[in-house]
């Protein structure tokens, strides 16, 4: 099975910062990764597929980037919505894979 | 509007069977490969199985293979999962998810909210 290594685990950032959270596979998925974010109480919500692509009606300020087994997502400029649980998750090989989650909070 | 709406959870004894299902509406379900994730505080977001589109492949968590059954009836539009042989383990919050596939690239797109399964006596 592919481990998807997430960190860190919890992070707090004021308002304007940018934060970076990163998930490193234990083997190369090819840009096979997405990224979620998950509110209090709600669901998980797509913000990146493919490594790299935006998600519709995801604002500007969420980016990702990576290859091979390296990948992370950026926020710049906090915002208080962004206050939530964010996951990776490989699509590249059988089991689907997630990150152990990253709780982002203000500080 | 696509939706996705899962029922069924509930309280059960070890060892005992319970089925969720989802409910889905807004799409042509056959054409989408459907999942169940399930997700608790100490384990996180798990995998648990798939059914590709048109039913064409099938696949399992190692943790459920052989106690878990995943179908299902487009003609009702419900994605079904048959859990039998329940542990104290299977205890999670269950998400349905549809994947998207783009050329080579797969990710959930839509989740519904959950159905609660817990395991004890």
């Known amino acids: 099975d592919i481990q998807m290594t997430q960190s860190p685990a919890s992070l707090s950032a004021s308002l304007g910062e940018t934060v970076s959270i990163e998930c490193l596979a234990s083997?190369?998925?090819?840009?096979?990764l997405a990224w979620y974010q998950q509110k209090s109480g709600k669901s998980p919500q797509l913000l990146i597929s493919?490594?790299?692509r935006l998600h519709d009606g995801v604002p500007s300020r969420f980016s990702g980037s990576g290859s091979g087994t390296r990948y992370s997502l950026k926020i710049s400029g906090m915002q208080p919505e962004d206050e939530a649980d964010y996951f990776c998750?490989?699509?590249?090989?059988?089991?689907?894979?997630f990150g152990s989650g990253t709780k982002l909070e203000i500080k | 509007e696509v939706q996705l709406v899962e029922s069924g959870g509930g309280l059960v004894q070890p060892g005992r069977s319970l089925k969720l299902s989802c409910l889905v509406s807004?799409?042509?379900?056959?054409?989408?490969?459907m999942h169940w994730i399930r997700q608790t505080p100490g384990k996180g977001l798990e995998w648990v199985a798939s059914?590709?589109?048109?039913?064409?492949?099938?696949y399992y968590a190692d943790a459920v293979k052989g106690r878990f059954t995943i179908s299902r009836d487009s003609a009702k539009n419900t994605l079904d999962l048959l859990m039998t042989s329940l542990r104290s383990e299977d205890t999670a919050l269950y998400y349905c998810?549809?994947?998207?596939?783009?050329?080579?690239?797969?990710?959930?797109?839509?989740w519904g909210r959950g159905a609660m399964v817990t395991v004890s006596s």
């Open positions: 998810a549809r994947l998207k596939t783009v050329g080579i690239r797969s990710y959930f797109d839509y």
């Open positions: 807004g799409f042509t379900f056959s054409d989408y490969g």
């Open positions: 059914v590709s589109s048109r039913d064409i492949y099938i």
């Open positions: 083997e190369g998925i090819s840009n096979d």
């Open positions: 493919a490594a790299s």
């Open positions: 998750q490989q699509s590249h090989k059988f089991p689907l894979t």
